[in-house]
T-cell receptor, first 117, second 118 residues
Framework: EAGVAQSPRYKIIEKRQSVAFWCNPI?????LYWYQQILGQGPKLLIQ????????DSQLPKDRFSAERLKGVDSTLKIQPAKLEDSAVYLC???????????????FGQGTRLTVV | AQKVTQAQTEISVVEKEDVTLDCVYE???????LFWYKQPPSGELVFLIR??????QNEISGRYSWNFQKSTSSFNFTITASQVVDSAVYFC???????????????FGRGTQLTVWP
């Protein structure tokens, strides 16, 4: 079974530039998450999709971050304009059901490491 | 307030030693789930275990074992006879499941960097 695919693996941009990350979840997984992991910290949820609908974006800085999941499969996360503090690893995860529901867990991709200079 | 606390930032052991990673959580929900994930240098998070709040039975899987104690809100992880390949960052996480909710966000601790020396 193919895992969660993310691209690019690494990205370096200057502050105030824009950047986009792409995620392809495991086939058939309805739930997709974007997490931000700042160096030395645990991942923090940015947004959660159930199919193509947003169910939790309470931690997403909406003035600069946006995400979409058209057709309920692939997803893109965009930052515009980027700030220095956005330097982090952006992890995409998917699950067949929300985590915590019976017999499921979230599968994570390798992440995109963003450096803002 | 931090929902998941991993007080140990870094632990170093020598191969074949046993090591316990601590995790303390905080929630007001009666139904919740606890997880452990491993993050090797490659970066992806690897699922290790999930426990629900109604099942306090300890679990053993090979060299891994988990001790869940609701009385102390702890979910500790022990690696027996550690190996160099166990070197990674280990995260404890909590998912709350309020009645009727479909939300399933994971609250992660800050992680414990485990280094196993040969």
């Amino acid at each position: 079974e193919a895992g969660v695919a993310q691209s690019p693996r690494y990205k370096i941009i200057e502050k105030r530039q824009s950047v986009a990350f792409w995620c392809n979840p495991i086939s058939g997984h309805a739930t997709l998450y974007w997490y931000q992991q700042i160096l030395g910290q645990g991942p923090k949820l940015l947004i959660q999709f159930q199919n193509n609908g947003v169910v939790d974006d309470s931690q997403l800085p909406k003035d600069r971050f946006s995400a979409e999941r058209l057709k309920g499969v692939d997803s893109t996360l965009k930052i515009q304009p980027a700030k220095l503090e956005d330097s982090a690893v952006y992890l995409c995860a998917s699950s067949s059901r929300p985590p915590g529901f019976q017999n499921t867990e979230a599968f994570f991709g390798q992440g995109t490491r963003l450096t803002v200079v | 307030a931090q929902k998941v606390t991993q007080a140990q930032t870094e632990i170093s052991v020598v191969e074949k030693e046993d090591v316990t990673l601590d995790c303390v959580y905080e929630t007001r929900d009666t139904t919740y789930y606890l997880f452990w994930y491993k993050q090797p240098p490659s970066g992806e998070l690897v699922f290790l275990i999930r426990r629900n709040s109604f099942d306090e039975q300890n679990e053993i899987s090979g060299r891994y074992s988990w001790n869940f104690q609701k009385s102390t809100s702890s979910f500790n992880f022990t690696i027996t006879a550690s190996q160099v390949v166990d070197s990674a960052v280990y995260f404890c996480a909590l998912s709350e499941a309020p009645r009727g909710s479909t939300l399933g966000r994971l609250y992660f601790g800050r992680g414990t960097q485990l280094t196993v020396w040969p």
